[in-house]
Structures are given as structure tokens and as C-alpha cells.
């Protein structure tokens, strides 16, 4: 166990790695990064303010739909019921994943103390620091792990359907934040970047603690848990595997 646990915290040390170089750009003010930011958001937030339809349907999206309180009640109901059918880890691993992301983001935030992007007549406004973007970062665990958990009592057939929809999600979420001028490009990479390396921490850790329960490494395209289509998802007894069913 304490190896696949090294293992697990290795792989997310790994996925860390580009986050970290660009948190030393964004804390050195590395001046192409600098352009990068200052044109988008300045291309961007012209056409925002030539399209009013266009923000409004913007807005929605990033204040309802996607907001990420929408986003974490999601996957609250998805642990409450993972709590209801008894499956214990991934419960636990989806609660992890999500908290320990929301968690990460505000101190990385409060550490780097970014701030946000300063635009004449502004058409949306958020408060607090830039760095790495709450919204990114929630999109990017929140659809991790809805998508991680049900892909299992997804029919394969619509599998594929499932991963472009969270994949349009996060990159979706991360275009209406610049496009609303509340975040600057590098803070929506960031986002995606940091909460990336939590899924991939916390779903290593996940891998080794089934293989501590004697269950075979998941095919990350069938889901975490494919035991979950199962009546009784967890191992009957520790170190014991319980079969599967691929859908």
C-alpha cells in the first residue's frame, strides 16, 4: 500500500509540474505572458461590448449554469447517492477530489494575490484575487469527477458523448471568464492546470487503494469504479475482488 500510495503521490507531483511553471511566469510578470493576457482580454471585451445578446448568454452560462456552487451541488448529490448505494471509496474520493480543490484554489489565490483584470466600462465583475481562476478549477474536478463516477452506467456506446460534453464544459467555463473580462488568459489556464493535478493525484491515491482491496486497475475510459454497476460496489471483504460488468 505504501508504495502505490509514493506512486499516487508522484503522479500528481508530475501532473503539478506545469502549473508550477506557470505560476514562476505569472509571479515573474514574464512580459510575453504579460501581451498574451492583456490582448485577449482587450480583443475579447470589444466584442463583448458590441454584443449584448452575446455577454448576456455569457453571464448565464458563467453565473448560473456553470457557476461552480451549481457545479459542487452537483457533486454533492452524486456522493450523497454514491453514500446511498454503499460504495464507500468512491464517495469518499469524490468528496476529496471536489473539497480538496476548492480548498487548494482560495490558498493558491490568497498566496499569489493576482489581481484581476482592470477594463473600461466593464460588463461583468468578480471579487477577490485572479490566480488560477475558481471557476476553471471547479469546472475542470467538478466535471472530473461526475464524469470518473457514471461513466460505468453509461451505455458505451454514448460514453464518448459523455467526455465532449465535460470536455466543452471546461473549456467553455474558461472562455466566458476571459470573455467576461474577469479573468486573464493565464488564470483559466491555471485553473485548468491545478485542478488537473488534483483529479490526477486523487484518482491515483483511488487507483491504490483498490489495488490494496485486490481489484485490477480501472480502464480510466469505463469510469473509476466499473464495480459500481454491481449490487454491492465494494469488495465483500478486504483484499477480495467482486466481479464487474462493462455496459
Known sequence: MGVRLLLAVGGGAAAAVPFGLLLLLVEGAWPPLLRLDAGAARRLHEVALEHPGWTATLRFLSDWLWDP???????AL??????????????????ATAIGGALTGVLVKVVVERARPSLQ?????????????????????????????LLPLV?????GLCWA????????????RIALGVHWF?????????????VVLTGWAFEAWRGDAGRPRADVSKGLEPELTDE????????????????
Open 186 to 198: 493565464s488564470d483559466v489556464i491555471g485553473g485548468w492546470l491545478l485542478g488537473g493535478a488534483v
Open 155 to 159: 451505455p458505451r456506446r454514448w460514453r
Open 232 to 247: 454491492e460496489p465494494e469488495p465483500r471483504a478486504y483484499g477480495t475482488e467482486s466481479g464487474s460488468r462493462d455496459r
Open 78 to 95: 452524486l456522493t450523497g447517492w454514491l453514500l446511498y448505494r454503499r460504495a464507500w471509496r468512491l464517495a469518499a474520493w469524490a468528496a
Open 69 to 75: 456552487a451549481t457545479l459542487r451541488i452537483a457533486v
Open 121 to 149: 466600462d466593464p460588463v461583468a465583475e468578480a471579487p477577490g484575487y485572479s490566480f488560477p481562476s475558481g471557476h476553471a478549477m471547479t469546472a475542470t474536478t467538478s466535471c472530473a469527477v461526475l464524469l470518473l463516477v
Open 165 to 176: 460534453a465535460a470536455g466543452i464544459s471546461v473549456l467553455g467555463v474558461g472562455f466566458t
